[in-house]
């Protein structure tokens, strides 16, 4: 097989337990322009998060942060100034014997490797030298410039490295994992359902050569299928608008996903600076997704920012959508979500609606990238750009309406 010289990161995260994660780190020889991509899509208590700027280490870098999160303490996907970006999923198989009272330092772990590591070899480096136990049960993906990636599957005292490189290890150009981890405890295997979903759509995506960044934020982000079943919901709509309700637990987005994050690396040899990441605030079916990078400086769109309350504009407008979503009361509310609302055959749902937005955001973006990357940037052109995006996202939200 060939050696790979790119690699992109993917990462999925949900389940109604906080902390759940559907991931995948890809090969750049599987993707159509052969820069990396990495993608979170987050499951989490916390359903309101924002998107910062940090100045505060080696590196400046842009993180994904919990809204009440007033200091950034904490960061769940994120990408620095190097060109090193990194995710996790949460893994429930490794730390099952573990009496250690550290634990739950996912995020504090990620943004210290986002303020200090420039490649995957200095990520291995902090983890083999960062003080023990770490207090983490994971699946850490990073990819860096040089085009490595790799899962860094971490306990509490050891870890384990899966080079998506190795044509042994990933024969297809990428790896998966949600929330188990190949060398822990099987009998406690967790997102078997969501690793068979997201498994079956990458292989036809990868022999069809369309893993894309709309397939990453569209097919996967708003996939509605189940493995198990074998029931693609997107395959067969209701024809009303309104009160078809299915049961959504094991889909990829339910009623704990609060984001999802794909971070859009660089080609070797350009700017790493202009590192992409795309960022949905939300239920994605409520949402769209906005770029943001480190060259742009600290001033980033008003839709991603905390305010006063902590709680971003986009996240807000999310959230007041996906109130229509879940209808049904009780205690498996979170099971059961209106699927005519988000999508029907009158093409009059939520994400049928905002998905026009977030396609024409995505084509301009693709422009811009394509003349910064061959001239000079600097951060007002970005801010310009980020105005344009405030004002689109604002227009594609009245449709809605």
Partial sequence: MQ????????LLCTVVAAGACTTAIVSGKATADGRPLLLKHRDSDFLE????????????????VNAGDSEGKEVWAGCNSAGFAIMNSASYNLNTRDTSKVKDREG?????ALKTCASVDDFETFLTL???PLGVEANFGVIDRQGNGAYFETGQFTFRKFDVNDPVVAPFGYLIRTNFSYIGDREHDMGVVRYN???????KASLAGKITLPFLLQDISRCTRNAFTEVDWSKNLPIEESNHIVDCQDFIPRSSTCASVV??????????ALTTMWTVLGLPFCSVALPVWVAGGKNLPNALVGDASGKAPQSTRAFELRKKCFPVKGRVSQNYIDLAVIMNQKGTGIWQRLRPAENEIMATAERNLELWHSSAINARTVEEFYHWLDQRVVAAYEMVK
């Fill in 49 to 64: 998060n924002k998107v910062m700027y940090f100045s505060d280490g080696r590196y400046d870098y842009i993180g994904l």
């Fill in 130 to 132: 960062a003080k023990k």
């Fill in 197 to 203: 979903t997201t498994t079956a759509l990458f292989l």
């Fill in 263 to 272: 971070v859009q690396g660089v080609k070797a040899g350009e700017n790493p």
């Fill in 108 to 112: 504090l772990l990620m943004k210290e």
């Fill in 3 to 10: 050696s790979m010289t790119r690699s992109f990161v993917i």
